[in-house]
């Protein structure tokens, strides 16, 4: 009998853990021997200050150099100085990476979620929710891919924010559309006074190629900072991912907590969006 959870997804994440923990205790220790070689490097040379004459002069421009900062160059102290900081810096700051963003705007969102709904709205809120957080877990600039891939990614995060910013000034936070309408083809034979009558009608259907990975970003971006966009904005993702299958009994499945997929399913859902979502995913696996 198998366990009710991935043996190799949580093999995985143990890894990571063991990786980030490794990591802060070696910037700890680093930041220990730091302060006590400062610590034993300041007295000595205070007190050759001490002992110095004093000269006005100097003071002042002791004073100057080490009150404004510079524009132009550093000393070699500075250097000493800012020198861990530039190291530190190359770890891309999560504040600043499309992952932390939506990752912030789905938690607000479902904060401030409307209580006052019914069960099967709820349910399908819920779905949508868990749906759009399950597609942030496949953003490149997701830490754990940072880390299990040795901070490698062919996906450029700042090309990626220009296009997703061109898209929400053109058209500010509107969930992607795939409606399409369609006439019927065939004469209307009936009466003029039937009221079931219906001359056009708008079917959802997915677009034949998948749309750029900066549109879809914006998509779910979209559904993550307004609650009204959020159940489309998952409608359409799922579109792109299944498009033979019911959007919105999807969500109401998802988000049930009686109701479950497949476990099949579920990794044919999780498959599917990282394809679309993050096509590195499959040989990031490989390499583990």
Not at 77 to 106: G, K
């Amino acid at each position: 009998m198998s366990p009710p959870y991935s043996i190799r997804w949580t093999s995985r994440l143990i890894r990571r853990d063991i990786k980030v923990l490794a990591a802060g205790c070696t910037s700890k220790v680093r930041n220990l021997f730091s302060r006590s070689a400062n610590a034993s490097t300041s007295t000595p040379h205070v007190r050759v200050e001490i002992e110095r004459p004093i000269d006005t002069i100097d003071l002042q421009e002791a004073t100057f150099t080490s009150s404004e900062p510079s524009f132009f160059g550093s000393s070699a102290e500075d250097t000493e100085s800012t020198a861990p900081t530039q190291v530190t810096e190359a770890t891309p700051e999560a504040s600043n990476t499309l992952y932390e963003l939506l990752d912030t705007r789905l938690k607000d969102l479902y904060a401030s979620r409307d209580r006052d709904v019914s069960l099967e709205d709820r349910w399908l809120f819920r779905g949508a929710w868990l749906l759009l957080h399950m597609a942030t877990q496949y953003c490149a600039s997701n830490p754990s891919y940072y880390i299990l891939g040795g901070g490698t990614s062919g996906i450029s995060e700042a090309t990626l924010l220009l296009e997703i910013l061109q898209y929400s000034v053109s058209k500010p936070l509107e969930t992607p559309s795939t409606d399409v309408g369609r006439m019927p083809t065939m004469p209307y034979t009936k009466c003029d006074d039937d009221s079931t009558r219906r001359d056009s009608g708008c079917c959802t259907t997915s677009l034949p190629p998948p749309p750029s990975l900066a549109f879809l970003w914006y998509g779910i971006l979209a559904g993550a900072t307004d609650q009204a966009k959020t159940i489309r904005a998952a409608e359409c993702l799922l579109g792109h991912v299944w498009p033979e299958k019911n959007a919105t009994a999807v969500l109401e499945v998802v988000g049930n907590p009686a109701k479950r997929l497949s476990e099949d399913e579920s990794t044919e859902l999780r498959d599917q969006l990282s394809l679309l979502l993050y096509p590195e995913y499959g040989a990031l696996c490989c390499r583990l």
